[in-house]
C-alpha cells in the first residue's frame, strides 16, 4: 500500500536552512505529482511545492518561490524539499502527499488540495526570530 515518511524537520533560526525527506513506498514517484503541504496552527493548510518527474514540471507557491526547491531521488524514491532563508512565518506542520491518479501534473494549489489522497504523518518545521 502507498506510504510516505517524511522526516528532516526542527527548529532553526531565521534565515537558516533544512532539508525535508519524505520516503515513499508501494508506488513509483516518477509516475506521480508528488507536493509538499504545510499547515500553521488556525491557518489552512497551504500546498507549498510540487514536482512531477516525467516532464520536470514544478510548482511553487509564491511564497516560498527563491527560497525553496523541491527535487527527488527516483532510485531511493524519496522526494526531498530543500528550505532555505527560512522566516517564523514558514513555521508549521509539512506534509508530503501524492494524488491517486498517475501520468499527470497536479499543481497543489487550494482547488487541486482533495486531488492529493495519500498523505504522510508530518514532520514539524519551527523557525525562530
Known amino acids: 500500500q502507498v506510504q510516505l515518511v517524511e522526516s528532516g524537520g526542527g527548529s532553526v533560526q531565521a534565515g537558516g536552512s533544512l532539508r525535508l525527506s519524505c520516503a515513499a513506498s508501494g508506488f513509483s514517484i516518477s509516475t506521480k505529482s508528488m507536493g509538499w503541504f504545510r499547515q500553521a496552527p488556525g491557518k489552512e493548510r497551504e500546498g507549498v511545492a510540487s514536482f512531477y518527474a516525467l516532464i520536470g514540471s514544478t510548482y511553487y507557491a509564491d511564497s516560498v518561490k527563491g527560497r525553496f526547491t523541491i527535487s527527488q531521488d527516483n532510485a531511493k524514491n524519496t522526494v526531498y524539499l530543500q528550505m532555505n532563508s527560512l522566516r517564523p512565518e514558514d513555521t508549521g506542520m509539512y506534509y508530503c502527499?501524492?494524488?491517486?491518479?498517475?501520468?499527470?501534473?497536479?499543481?497543489?494549489?487550494?482547488?487541486?488540495?482533495?486531488?492529493?489522497?495519500?498523505w504522510g504523518q508530518g514532520t514539524q518545521v519551527t523557525v525562530s526570530s
Open positions: 502527499a501524492t494524488t491517486q491518479v498517475s501520468w499527470i501534473f497536479i499543481p497543489p494549489t487550494r482547488a487541486n488540495s482533495n486531488k492529493y489522497n495519500y
